[in-house]
């Protein structure tokens, strides 16, 4: 195989991830002129791409409509990464634990680019204000979870993704990137940060890395409490509890 055409073939590959990544809890269902759209790609390239993932079952064409979805290849693919966290399966019982003290959520994400990626979570209540459930996102940017991984990435990774971020955003990208150095130096001094409903205005969270020594990618903690009544949660009393869930993880982490 020629040069010309590995890179052809690579191209390839990242357009079909990336076309994967277009669907979302939010737009489950897309066709062929959105995708164009999304990833500025031709109608006829993205029509190739489509049906090969259709091939491999990793897309299916929605029911009654010229338009596709994710298939169940997709969860193939994403299961042997949620099987073989042992962070995950080893915190669970104390994050349970903690959630039934607080009455809040806790959750635990890894990173993908500028999403917090669920990969367990627990809620109070049937009705907590959003179902926490595997595979879930938020953006890093705006909150307490996002900001603790973004604190395990390296100097390199960090200023390549803030960069992206600035580009896009221009102006409006300082105060954003003040407020995630300002959770670094809290991190830094008190083990967690804490961000106080700029994702939502009606929850608070705590952040906290937990990224095991020698670990390639960064995973974190939160715990989120609503305001009721006016009344502000008090994150402080919990965090020191999220650092307990972290550091008896990385102890077991360290023993098994």
Not at 217 to 227: F, G, K
Request: glycine share 6%; charged share 20%.
């Amino acid at each position: 195989m020629t040069v010309k055409n590995v890179k052809n073939y690579s191209s390839t590959i990242k357009s079909g991830i990336d076309l994967l990544r277009c669907f979302s809890h939010s737009e489950p269902v897309i066709g062929n002129k959105r995708l164009s759209e999304l990833l500025d790609l031709p109608p006829s390239t993205v029509a190739r791409i489509t049906n090969t993932l259709c091939d491999l079952g990793l897309l299916n064409k929605a029911p009654h409509e010229r338009k596709y979805q994710l298939g169940y290849g997709v969860l193939k693919l994403g299961y042997p990464v949620i099987a073989n966290m042992p962070e995950r399966h080893i915190a669970r019982n104390w994050m349970k634990e903690l959630t039934d003290k607080s009455l809040g959520q806790t959750s635990m994400a890894v990173l993908d680019n500028f999403d917090a990626v669920y990969v367990e979570s627990f809620r109070p209540e049937e009705q907590w204000l959003s179902i926490p459930e595997i595979g879930t996102t938020r953006p890093v940017l705006y909150t307490a979870i996002g900001h603790a991984l973004l604190y395990s990435l390296d100097k390199q990774k960090f200023n390549y993704l803030m960069n992206i971020f600035q580009s896009k955003y221009k102006g409006s990208a300082n105060k954003i990137i003040s407020d995630i150095k300002a959770s670094f130096s809290q991190i830094n001094e008190c083990g967690y940060c804490i961000i106080r409903g700029t994702y939502r205005k009606e929850l608070h969270a705590v952040g906290v890395p937990l990224t095991p020594p020698n670990h390639p990618d960064p995973i974190a903690l939160n715990l989120s409490l609503r305001v009721q009544s006016g009344r502000h949660p008090n994150l402080e009393k919990y965090a020191k509890q999220l650092i307990e869930v972290k550091n008896k993880t990385l102890a077991a982490l360290h023993t098994s």
